[in-house]
């Protein structure tokens, strides 16, 4: 995406003063542009950020709870109900709903979901390293070591 006014060729002109003391604007300019990432690389894969990172999580975490899902990747339980029965109904996910807590649900990936993760997540080195390309090795060490800091998902005993 390089054209006028996208996420890699900001306007001429304009003074950005104010908008570079925005810890939040800067967020926000940096997941748009991991996100154009992501869809350039995955082109071809036909899906979203989102869905692929609930795919990661159930692969890594079997029999997690939607609304653990839910709660760790900050998504609203509508979205996520609406998200979940997507990808059961396309064969990626499989629900259980545990027969001590009837409220709950346990999701785990069908055969077809984990090699539809494991296909995906070859792809993701090349989405991390087109949006570091702008920092040095260091640089994006730290800047992973302080937004896992920001975002609370140091290691901690008992998690």
């Given at each position: 995406?390089?054209?006028p006014g996208?996420i890699d060729?900001p306007?001429e002109?304009?003074?950005?003063?104010s908008?570079?003391?925005s810890?939040?604007?800067l967020?926000r300019?940096?997941?748009?542009?991991?996100f154009s990432?992501?869809?350039?690389?995955?082109?071809?894969?036909?899906?979203?950020?989102?869905?692929?990172t609930v795919l990661?999580?159930?692969r890594e975490?079997?029999?997690?709870?939607q609304?653990?899902?839910s709660?760790t990747?900050?998504?609203k339980?509508?979205?996520?109900?609406?998200?979940?029965r997507?990808?059961e109904?396309?064969?990626?996910?499989?629900r259980?709903?545990?027969p001590?807590?009837r409220?709950?649900?346990?999701?785990?990936l069908?055969?077809?979901?984990?090699?539809?993760?494991a296909?995906?997540?070859?792809h993701?080195p090349?989405v991390?390293?087109r949006?570091v390309?702008?920092l040095?090795?260091g640089?994006?060490r730290e800047?992973r070591?302080?937004l896992?800091?920001m975002?609370?998902?140091?290691?901690s005993k008992?998690e």
């Open positions: 995406m390089n054209q996208g060729k306007e002109g304009i003074s950005k003063e908008l570079r003391g810890l939040g604007f967020l300019v940096a997941q748009l542009r991991s990432h992501f869809f350039t690389v995955l082109a071809d894969e036909n899906i979203r950020p989102g869905e692929a990661d999580l159930v975490n079997p029999g997690i709870r609304g653990a899902v709660k990747l900050k998504i339980r509508a979205q996520m109900s609406k998200m979940v997507e990808m109904a396309s064969g990626l996910i499989s259980r709903v545990p001590e807590d409220r709950s649900v346990e999701l785990r069908t055969p077809e979901g984990a090699a539809r993760i296909q995906i997540t070859t993701f090349e991390e390293k949006t390309k702008r040095t090795p640089e994006a800047l070591r302080l896992i800091k975002a609370g998902f140091e290691e008992g």
